[in-house]
């Protein structure tokens, strides 16, 4: 399969403990996107890589999250102290080109976080 | 399955009719479109895309419609079949930027 694969597919935590995702691009796709789903709603940019530079960060994305692309191919997201309200679906996306128009993004199946 | 959104719109067609999902787009400057489809549980699955240069562009039983003028844009699938049941997504990007997404549409296609 040589699609966005994402892990774990489901995490379930409690209320105040640290979590991390990872994302595994299609390879040689150069920029890599970080979405939060919740029901009823369309994804939500939260994050972009260009390569394993961070471009740009959503106001959505609190000092609580952190994401990661060291070497320009995978990438982590990590939320410490989680809250409920993190509760949703994750999904990581991945294009191939870095810049001028848009190019199409293909997703992962995401990974759903549950906060008890 | 885990439902991907419990209050969205809901468009129901027969088998075998055609159906046409809606999208009011909010960046006039916006220059590229895509349509996703996305199941339960999974997540969103490319369709059909198209830039601002052109106001109409066919697939594989789909056809997506371009109405710079409205900031509108439609997404018409052909013999609807059970599989195509999902919820729709429209998503526009401005130069390369981040997509945003609209809303959702549920498609629901009744035997």
């Known amino acids: 399969d040589t699609g966005v694969s994402q892990n774990p597919r489901h995490k379930i935590t409690k209320r105040g403990q640290n979590v991390t995702f990872r994302c595994d691009p299609i390879?040689?796709?150069?920029?890599l996107y970080w979405y939060r789903q919740t029901l009823g709603q369309g994804p939500e940019f939260l994050t972009y890589f260009q390569n394993e530079a961070q471009l740009e960060k959503s106001r959505l994305l609190s000092d609580r999250f952190s994401a990661e692309r060291p070497k320009g191919s995978f990438s982590t997201l990590e939320i410490q102290r989680t809250e409920q309200g993190d509760s949703a679906m994750y999904l990581c996306?991945?294009?191939?080109?870095?810049?001028?128009?848009?190019?199409?993004?293909?997703f992962g199946p995401g990974t759903r976080l549950t906060v008890l | 399955g885990e439902s991907v959104g419990l209050h969205l719109p809901t468009l129901s067609v027969q088998e075998g009719d055609n159906s046409i999902i809606n999208c009011a787009y909010s960046?006039?400057?916006?220059?590229?479109f895509i349509w996703y489809k996305q199941e339960s549980g999974k997540g969103p699955q490319f369709i059909i895309d198209i830039r601002s240069n052109m106001d109409k562009r066919q697939g594989q039983r789909v056809t997506v419609l371009l109405n710079k003028t409205v900031k509108h844009l439609s997404l018409q699938i052909a013999a609807t079949q059970p599989g195509d049941s999902a919820v729709y997504f429209c998503?526009?990007?401005?130069?390369?930027?981040?997509?945003?997404f609209g809303p959702g549409t549920r498609l629901s296609v009744l035997p």
């Open positions: 998503a526009e990007n401005y130069y390369g930027q981040n997509f945003v």
């Open positions: 960046n006039s400057a916006s220059d590229y």
């Open positions: 996306a991945s294009s191939p080109r870095g810049s001028g128009s848009g190019d199409t993004q293909y």
């Open positions: 390879s040689e796709h150069n920029r």
